[in-house]
């Protein structure tokens, strides 16, 4: 059992592993954004200053971590204790990997620059992005807040991303095929679409760390997935 000065500064320690762990996400959140805002407008400018950012968010992973490991090192924690910093641990990285995925999409604008850019293609990247965004930003509070059943609707919504996704790259598919000037437009916009299908991926590794902070055992439903890899594999051949 921990002495009441050592939980008074456990708590203390853990209030700042989750001020760091929000710091991050408004920053990934943010880069989401601001990735396909400068995709949809071709703004080279904001894509740099995506990519910029990553550096500030991968900083951000190493000060949770190495606080983490200080936390554990001192104060021994167990039980529910422990598993809120190993959650913290675990968010952290899940937001890293997003913030890599934003840093993904920012780096093909300077590609797409002078390519034809099909509006309703362009539309359905925006629209798969912002559900991708409202989930991301629903886990992250669903984690501040320690809301289980919010965490839970992230999970069971993947499969809605998995599904806009594929058809989104029919619809690429088709349009390569129709017009072989659209080939490398098109492949540039499934690379990004693949990336924030992923990102939904992580939103969903998020609520399941949650499920595991409050219920301290992992979630034995099978993960809802739909399958994007054979379009990918045929957009690639």
């Given at each position: 059992?921990?002495?009441?000065?050592?939980?008074?500064?456990?708590?203390?320690?853990?209030?700042?592993?989750?001020?760091?762990?929000?710091?991050?996400?408004?920053?990934?959140?943010?880069?989401?954004?601001?990735?396909?805002?400068?995709?949809?407008?071709?703004?080279?400018?904001?894509?740099?200053?995506?990519?910029?950012?990553?550096?500030?968010?991968?900083?951000?992973?190493?000060?949770i971590e190495e606080r983490a490991i200080l936390t554990i090192a001192r104060r021994q924690p167990m039980a529910i204790d422990l598993r809120e910093i190993v959650s913290a641990l675990r968010v952290s990285n899940d937001l890293e990997r997003?913030?890599?995925?934003?840093?993904?999409?920012?780096k093909r604008v300077a590609e797409l620059s002078g390519e034809f850019s099909p509006p309703k293609l362009i539309r359905g990247v925006e629209h798969m992005a912002g559900l991708v965004l409202a989930q991301v930003k629903k886990v992250l509070?669903?984690?501040?807040?320690?809301?289980?059943?919010?965490?839970?609707?992230?999970?069971?919504?993947?499969?809605?991303?998995?599904?806009?996704?594929?058809?989104?790259?029919?619809?690429?598919?088709?349009?390569?095929?129709?017009?072989?000037?659209?080939?490398?437009?098109?492949?540039?916009?499934?690379?990004?679409?693949?990336?924030?299908?992923?990102?939904?991926?992580?939103?969903?590794?998020?609520?399941?760390?949650?499920?595991?902070?409050?219920?301290?055992?992992?979630?034995?439903?099978?993960?809802?997935?739909?399958?994007?890899?054979?379009?990918?594999?045929?957009?690639?051949?």
């Open positions: 059992m921990m002495s009441e000065h050592t939980a008074k500064a456990f708590d203390v320690d853990l209030q700042e592993l989750n001020k760091l762990v929000a710091q991050m996400g408004g920053l990934v959140e943010k880069g989401i954004a601001d990735s396909v805002d400068a995709l949809v407008g071709l703004d080279t400018a904001l894509a740099t200053k995506v990519i910029t950012v990553d550096h500030t968010i991968d900083g951000l992973q190493r000060d997003i913030g890599d995925l934003s840093k993904n999409i920012a509070d669903a984690y501040a807040g320690r809301n289980l059943v919010n965490a839970l609707e992230v999970w069971r919504k993947d499969e809605e991303v998995d599904a806009i996704c594929t058809s989104l790259f029919r619809e690429l598919l088709t349009y390569m095929m129709e017009d072989p000037r659209n080939i490398s437009f098109c492949i540039h916009l499934m690379f990004c679409a693949k990336n924030i299908e992923r990102m939904g991926d992580h939103a969903t590794n998020i609520a399941e760390t949650v499920h595991y902070m409050i219920e301290g055992r992992a979630i034995t439903d099978e993960r809802p997935k739909g399958d994007t890899t054979k379009l990918a594999a045929s957009a690639a051949g």
